[in-house]
């Protein structure tokens, strides 16, 4: 599975952007969920939303009601919509995938289990000035 992200950028408070994960190798017939996580320098990394298999979504708290996430299964691309930008959302954002193993809970898409693999992209950078 690869996972490769794309859209970050340099916005003022209040814009807006959209991230995009492009995932090739990925098992869609079976259940499996997609997120984005979020890390800020010198900040623990942190749950933003997550989609699974059915369309179930979750989102952290600190993001609900501006951010959403979606999927294009055609495309096989995974989307966060990020409106109302703040400072604070200023981070590397990366996009996580898992097949099996997987539960999902305030905006995170995570591993259960020892076994659990979990698939990760190289992030791309927001940065929100005031």
């Known amino acids: 599975v690869q996972l490769v992200e794309s859209g970050g950028d340099s916005v003022q408070a209040g814009g807006s952007l959209r991230l995009s994960c492009a995932a090739s190798?990925?098992?869609?017939?079976?259940?499996?969920?997609m997120g984005w996580f979020r890390q800020a320098p010198g900040k623990e990394r942190e749950g933003v939303a997550a989609i699974t298999f059915d369309g179930t979504t979750t989102y952290g708290d600190s993001v609900k009601g501006r951010f959403t996430i979606s999927q294009d299964n055609a495309k096989n691309t995974l989307y966060l919509q990020m409106n109302s930008l703040k400072p604070d959302d200023t981070a590397l954002y990366s996009c996580?995938?898992?097949?099996?193993?997987?539960?999902?809970?305030?905006?995170?898409?995570?591993?259960?289990?020892?076994?659990?693999?979990?698939?990760w992209g190289q992030g791309t950078q927001v940065t929100v000035s005031s």
């Open positions: 996580v995938a898992y097949e099996s193993g997987w539960y999902v809970g305030s905006g995170e898409c995570a591993g259960r289990a020892s076994y659990s693999i979990g698939y």
């Open positions: 190798g990925l098992a869609y017939s079976s259940g499996y969920c």
